[in-house]
């Protein structure tokens, strides 16, 4: 069964930092794209960061640059977003996604961030 399953996220005061996990099962990640997307309340849905599969190489949304990492390990079929120096305007439910050539796009269930002091 393919799944991904997103963990890491909660309330956190402005400044501060969150890790967010995406752990894939039924398919290995190391051949996909990845990415994470957000969705404040009331808003569309965002693209946040991606890595592509080749090589790796990486984007970020210009409200995350600097401030976000993307990073992937594949022994652990995971993906991570590490959020730092956050902002209240990065509140949102935070999904990751995987997708190739011929499979996917495959998303998570979300993981809620709040940024309030």
């Known amino acids: 069964q393919v799944q991904l399953v997103e963990s890491g996220g909660g309330l956190v005061q402005p400044g501060g930092s969150l890790r967010l996990s995406c752990a894939a099962s039924?398919?290995?990640?190391?051949?996909?794209?990845i990415g994470w997307v957000r969705q404040a309340p009331g808003k569309e849905r965002e693209g946040v960061s991606c890595?592509?599969?080749?090589?790796?190489?990486?984007n970020y949304a210009d409200s995350v640059e600097g401030r976000f990492t993307i990073s992937r390990d594949y022994a652990k079929n995971t993906v991570y977003l590490q959020m730092n120096s956050l902002k209240p305007e990065d509140t949102a439910v935070y999904y990751c996604?995987?997708?190739?050539?011929?499979?996917?796009?495959?998303w998570g269930q979300g993981t809620q961030v709040t940024v309030s002091s």
């Open positions: 996604n995987a997708k190739r050539y011929g499979s996917g796009p495959y």
């Open positions: 039924g398919f290995t990640l190391e051949d996909y794209a």
């Open positions: 890595m592509r599969s080749r090589d790796s190489s990486t």
